[in-house]
């Protein structure tokens, strides 16, 4: 496709300032959408990867604080599950040596604050700008469209100070107001389909992140929370501490209850 004798440079030749200043500012959207759309596939791709070489290394473990207790290690590193997973191990142990063997309720209570904290900065990670998508979606085509009616309008206020109007004078300014249109439909409409993918991929690793970190809640309370002959804990809030209502372990973790 020759450009040069297309309706593309035509249009962008005889852009008013007002307009080129748009198509610019639609481009530099793009490129900043374009980057967000590339590093969130990437994020997603990686933490898909990870996520199952830990809960790999989770299942076969003999112990729930086995891979905790072999550090840091960045083969996990990007896995949501695996952040939440250390963010509990660490105030898991906090409490053990704070009580010198099993936990009590309260202190329990600490660990489940510690998972939420975790699940919550995790959803956070894997939203982070998305909202740069959800603007391109809904702000590029208004910020095309404003260019495209300052364009038509410097066109009509042209013809009228020269007395012309016939479609040959109306046409260029006409072609070069519609091509800001285009820019911010070529912003908008990339985006959206990137970002509804996108979604709902988020969607379905974070719910997955809440399946294990109910997982977790439940290990560590069954392995390391005092019972209630442990003394010193009322009946009631041994009780309250299993009222909380979890998701399915099993619906799409990957998890095996084997701890």
């Known amino acids: 496709m020759d450009l040069n004798s297309g309706g593309i440079a035509f249009a962008l030749n005889h852009a008013t300032l007002?307009?080129?200043?748009t198509i610019v500012l639609l481009l530099i959207f793009s490129l900043v959408s374009w980057t967000v759309i590339i590093n969130k596939f990437r994020q997603i791709r990686k933490a898909r990867k990870r996520t199952r070489r830990f809960l790999a290394a989770y299942s076969e473990a003999a112990a729930p604080?086995?891979?905790?207790e072999q550090g840091q290690q960045k083969i996990f590193t990007g896995s949501p599950m695996y952040d939440v997973y250390m963010t509990g191990c660490e105030e898991l142990v906090k409490q053990t040596e704070r009580y010198g063997g099993k936990i009590p309720v309260h202190g329990m209570s600490a660990v489940r604050i510690a998972l939420e904290r975790g699940l919550g900065e995790a959803a956070v990670s894997l939203e982070s700008g998305m909202i740069i998508l959800a603007t391109a979606i809904s702000g590029g085509p208004f910020v095309g469209l404003l260019g495209t009616v300052w364009g038509v309008m410097d066109t009509f206020s042209g013809i009228a100070r020269a007395q012309q109007a016939s479609?040959?004078?109306m046409a260029p300014g006409v072609a070069a107001a519609l091509i800001a249109t285009v820019a911010g439909l070529m912003v908008a409409i990339p985006s959206l389909f990137c970002y509804n993918f996108l979604l709902t991929r988020v969607?379905?690793?974070?719910?997955?992140?809440d399946n294990f970190t109910a997982h977790l809640e439940t290990v560590f309370a069954t392995e390391y929370m005092q019972s209630r002959e442990g003394g010193g804990i009322a009946d009631d809030g041994w009780d309250d501490f299993f009222k909380r209502e979890k998701p399915a372990e099993d619906s799409g973790s990957g998890v095996k209850a084997s701890h």
Do not use: D, H, R
């Not at 007002?18 to 200043?21: A, F, L, R, Y």
């Not at 969607?203 to 992140?209: D, R, Y």
């Open 65 to 68: 604080l086995e891979v905790y």
């Open 167 to 169: 479609l040959t004078a």
């Open 18 to 21: 007002e307009g080129k200043i």
């Open 203 to 209: 969607k379905t690793i974070t719910m997955e992140t």
